[in-house]
């Protein structure tokens, strides 16, 4: 149909009226013939839209034809109707496209409601959850009912969380909660049985070969130390391998107590952390073992209790990770030293630092000091009986705590180390 524009059909209009007038005078009746005309344009009219209102209600096929701006109106309708069709089947298409990946994808998805109801899931969510077709629009809580995940999904997600497969102890699920728009959320779910019973069997190796390492590394230092306190009756020249032998063996005590510490550490992620710490017995311990430490190096060990306050946490894992990192500061400070030790609040945290004013460390090697095993300079480390996982240990009971570990430093100038604590671990302060 060919499109004419608008004054085509206001010229058309005005010569019907004109032939219309002509023929009327010519007759005799001028309105009557225009009326007749009139009429017979209004009826063509309501012809036409009854059609278009037929095929509206039925639109398969083409519309009826028609001339004139009737015809151009159904044309465009028409063309309108099957892009529309095109398109509807083009996101029909995509949306079995992404129905067939989701559910080809070997971790559970879940679409989640804001309110909590299920919308939709895939069918390795429906394995690991046991969902069946009437839980459309039930509450997920109800069916992960766990207080972990409860308070997990009321607080919006975050970190992803372990938990087990509802009514199936020996399943170990991770899920993450992730909010993707204003109404709706995604759980994501993993059977991670597998990974943690490699990372237990990895856990239960390092912890056994550590144990049965520590009776024979004990009979051997204990020999040493005999024989090197009656030094005077073995020949000179064992003099310096002895004490090299004896310098190394408690290297290794050292490292296969920390490897000790660590797989516990890995192991129990919520035992007792809520007993009242006293902040100021731990530290007047700590700074006699650190001032033994020292010896000769007569390093000046101050610490100043700002907070006043105590902190709840496990005392034995807490222990840990503060000498090592007033330990650190001996050894990583020449003689004469500075090491200051603080507790003190500041705003919502609570901050135990260690300061020294020893050799500092190069910024390139800052965020990787927690790994385990990780050392700035292996010579300097070994000389101070280091094994690598004193930070590494540092970091792992700061995570059991909610807390986390801060280090400035500048080489040649000194470091600190700071632990932050979030106010929510402040103890009521009593006496010890
Ligand atoms: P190590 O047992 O070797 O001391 P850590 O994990 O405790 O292992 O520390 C990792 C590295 O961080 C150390 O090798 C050392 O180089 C550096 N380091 C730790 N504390 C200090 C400090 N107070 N001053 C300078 N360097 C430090």
């Not at 059609?51 to 701006?69: F, I, M, V, Y």
């Not at 010896?295 to 503060?322: C, D, M, V």
Request: net charge neutral.
């Amino acid at each position: 149909m060919q499109n004419y524009p608008l004054w085509y059909y206001y010229r058309l209009l005005i010569g019907s009226i004109i032939v219309l007038a002509v023929v009327g005078a010519l007759l005799g009746h001028v309105w009557l013939v225009l009326s007749l005309g009139l009429t017979f344009f209004v009826a063509w009219s309501i012809k036409q839209q009854h059609s278009l209102l037929k095929w509206l209600r039925n639109p398969t096929g083409a519309p009826p034809s028609a001339d004139g701006l009737w015809g151009q109106l159904f044309d465009e309708l028409y063309n309108r109707q099957r892009a529309h069709s095109a398109e509807i089947f083009r996101l029909r298409a995509l949306l079995q496209r992404v129905r067939a990946s989701a559910e080809a994808i070997p971790d559970g998805v879940i679409m989640v409601q804001n309110d909590g109801s299920i919308e939709w899931w895939n069918a390795s969510a429906e394995k690991m959850l046991g969902l069946k077709p009437d839980d459309r629009g039930s509450a997920l809580t109800n069916l992960i009912r766990d207080p972990k995940f409860v308070r997990y999904f009321k607080r919006g997600g975050g970190d992803s969380i372990k938990l087990s497969a509802p009514g199936r102890e020996h399943v170990r699920l991770q899920m993450t909660l992730v909010t993707y728009n204003q109404t709706e959320r995604l759980l994501m779910v993993r059977d991670i049985t597998r990974l943690l019973q490699l990372e237990q069997m990895r856990q239960d190796f390092v912890a056994n070969a550590s144990h049965e390492l520590r009776t024979p590394l004990t009979v051997l230092r204990g020999y040493l130390e005999t024989i090197l306190d009656q030094q005077e009756r073995v020949p000179s020249f064992l003099h310096r391998p002895l004490k090299q032998m004896f310098g190394q063996s408690k290297r290794m005590g050292n490292l296969v107590e920390d490897l000790l510490l660590l797989t516990r550490l890995d192991a129990d992620e919520t035992d007792m952390l809520s007993s009242e710490v006293f902040v100021d017995n731990l530290m007047d311990q700590l700074v006699s073992d650190a001032q033994a430490l020292s010896g000769e190096k007569q390093h000046r060990i101050t610490f100043i209790n700002e907070a006043k306050i105590n902190l709840l946490g496990n005392p034995n894992e807490l222990r840990s990770a503060f000498s090592n990192l007033v330990f650190n500061a001996v050894h990583y400070t020449p003689a004469n030293g500075e090491i200051t030790i603080r507790w003190q609040q500041e705003g919502g945290r609570l901050i135990f630092s260690v300061s020294d004013n020893g050799i500092g460390i190069d910024p390139a090697h800052i965020p990787r000091l927690t790994e385990r095993f990780y050392r700035v300079d292996i010579s300097r480390s070994s000389a101070t009986g280091g094994t690598g996982l004193g930070l590494a240990i540092v970091k792992h009971v700061l995570q059991h705590h909610d807390a986390h570990l801060d280090v400035h430093s500048k080489p040649g100038q000194g470091s600190t180390f700071a632990c932050v604590f979030p106010l929510a671990r402040a103890a009521t302060p009593s006496n010890p």
